[in-house]
């Protein structure tokens, strides 16, 4: 049977206790809130908590939160739980822009039954536990890295003008007006403005295929074009390639050092306000 890349709460809530399944909260703030003490406040029964840095490289100059070699991520896997034949699901409270980035390392790392929780925490239909859970150490193994799903700083420096460049931040942050994070402001010239937000309806749920599909479309995806997705740090531009993968427009890559990793290098250009094509 096929599983993912998303399951409603009503799934969840049938089989959030098979022995085959494991719950991640991935909840993580950028304004520095603690992830960690908001699962201990209330999380999905069953659910064990995993600390996005923990999944997340520590190379200087890679970024913000660059991806971890494979021990890294296999040691965090095995301390969740999760198994060679686990089925994953991941969930956050911001429609999946964090959780996206786990169900995308899972593949890169060779592991296919990985989910998100469509609407996050606030899809679960039940109560929320405040216990904490203690698997058992699984058996994960990370397999080889699949790099066909990745591009690096070079490769973005060298995108034929054929390809799509996707900024999934928000507007402003694209267009320069702000910069909370990062020590410039703009994006990277030729990007296209597609915010991880744009992929999700009132209830914080994707929206249907057709719906997607034509939003990436309109930026240009489809008909074979070669399509890579950036953010801040690698993070929720991974919500995008969900939404793509959604839609039906598989294929595109992530730049997982992103606007962090590009505007450490100082000769790295930089534009400001819109783009059309």
């Not at 169900?103 to 998100?116: D, I, P, Q, S, T």
């Not at 203690?134 to 995108?159: C, I, M, N, Q, S």
Request: aromatic share 8%; glycine share 14%.
């Amino acid at each position: 049977m096929s599983f993912g890349p998303l399951v409603d709460g009503a799934w969840l809530a049938g089989h959030h206790r098979d022995p085959d399944v494991r719950v991640v909260d991935l909840r993580w703030y950028l304004d520095g809130r603690s992830g960690r003490a908001a699962y201990d406040a209330g999380h999905v029964p069953g659910a064990v908590f995993v600390d996005l840095d923990a999944i997340s490289g520590h190379e200087p100059g890679r970024g913000r939160h660059p991806l971890p070699d494979a021990g890294v991520f296999e040691t965090a896997m095995r301390a969740a739980g999760v198994g060679r034949g686990t089925a994953v699901v991941v969930y956050d409270d911001a429609g999946g822009a964090v959780a996206a980035r786990l169900w995308w390392l899972l593949r890169y790392f060779g592991h296919e039954r990985a989910a998100v929780l469509d609407g996050g925490i606030r899809a679960w239909p039940g109560e929320l536990s405040r216990q904490a859970e203690h698997p058992g150490t699984g058996d994960f193994a990370a397999g080889p890295p699949r790099d066909e799903l990745k591009v690096e700083y070079e490769d973005v420096r060298l995108l034929p003008a054929t390809s799509l460049l996707i900024d999934a931040r928000a507007g402003e942050r694209y267009r320069g007006e702000t910069e909370p994070v990062d020590p410039v402001a703009g994006h990277i010239p030729g990007a296209r403005s597609a915010p991880a937000g744009g992929n999700l309806d009132g209830q914080q749920r994707f929206r249907s295929p057709d719906e997607l599909r034509r939003r990436y479309e309109e930026l240009g995806a489809g008909a074979g074009r070669d399509v890579v997705v950036y953010c801040g740090s690698g993070v929720n531009a991974c919500h995008g390639l969900l939404a793509m993968e959604l839609a039906g427009l598989t294929g595109a890559r992530l730049y997982p050092g992103s606007w962090s990793e590009w505007t450490a290098h100082a000769d790295a250009p930089v534009a400001t306000g819109e783009e059309v094509e």
